[in-house]
Nanobody, 119 residues
């Protein structure tokens, strides 16, 4: 199983969409999410979304970021608006995946993608 994400460079107050696609022999995906890690800081939750599309956001991104998913395509997106230099970090996607009907759920992580917001 692989999670592949794409990020980018954007100016302050700009917008950027991150996309992450899961591939491999996947039977079921439950929660999907985005986390980030800034230099010298711990990895922190940005947003999560359940298979029934319930969402949860960090306070720092509420009203600016929107998480969405496509269950058929096995993708999770993060639309980031009104970006601030403080949003600069490596962003990681993750997914809670089962490889078979009776297989346990395992959390997989993407490789991380750099988002840099210039002031």
């Amino acid at each position: 199983v692989q999670l592949q994400a794409l990020g980018g460079l954007v100016q302050a107050a700009g917008s950027l969409r991150l996309s992450c696609a899961a591939s491999g022999s996947i039977f079921r995906i439950n929660n999907m999410g985005w986390y980030r890690q800034a230099p010298g800081k711990r990895r922190e939750l940005v947003a999560t979304i359940t298979s029934s599309f319930s969402t949860n956001y960090a306070e720092s991104v509420k009203g600016r970021f929107t998480i969405s998913r496509d269950n058929a395509k096995k993708t999770v997106d993060l639309l980031m608006n009104s970006l601030e230099p403080e949003d600069t970090a490596v962003y990681y996607c993750n997914a809670d995946i089962a490889l078979g009907d009776s297989a346990p759920m395992v959390i997989y992580w993407g490789q991380g993608t750099q988002v840099t917001v210039s002031s």
